[in-house]
């Protein structure tokens, strides 16, 4: 089965970076996207970017364009999340996702999620 490991995350202050990393094993066929997701607390879970495994297409959302970058290193079976800029409002807890032959930012429709990780940007 598909299995999503996150390490990254953390403490920085507004103006700094962070990277999140995903390492996923398991898909059976190379047509995925890998997105990461986050919840602030009190807030719905939000779709921040994700990669295709197919075509390499990504998509960011707008609140992080500019600022953060995914990308998906096939040889070490690792999605990265490279943050920088962040500010207060990218407080949240982050979360890698995987779903077969999809291209949507809907958490609802990943089924593979990996355990979070915290990030938190202090002013």
């Known amino acids: 089965d598909v299995q999503l490991v996150q390490s990254g995350g953390g403490l920085v202050q507004a103006g700094g970076s962070l990277r999140l990393s995903c390492a996923y094993s398991?898909?059976?066929?190379?047509?995925?996207?890998i997105g990461w997701f986050r919840q602030a607390p009190g807030k719905e879970r939000e779709g921040v970017s994700c990669?295709?495994?197919?075509?390499?297409?990504?998509y960011y959302a707008d609140s992080v364009k500019g600022r953060f970058t995914i990308s998906n290193d096939n040889a070490k079976k690792t999605v990265y999340l490279e943050m920088n800029s962040l500010t207060p409002e990218d407080t949240a807890v982050y979360y890698c996702?995987?779903?077969?032959?999809?291209?949507?930012?809907?958490?609802?429709?990943?089924?593979?999620w990996g355990q979070g990780a915290q990030v938190t940007v202090s002013s």
């Open positions: 990669i295709s495994s197919s075509d390499g297409n990504i």
């Open positions: 398991g898909f059976v066929y190379n047509d995925y996207t």
């Open positions: 996702a995987a779903e077969y032959a999809l291209w949507t930012m809907m958490p609802s429709e990943y089924r593979y």
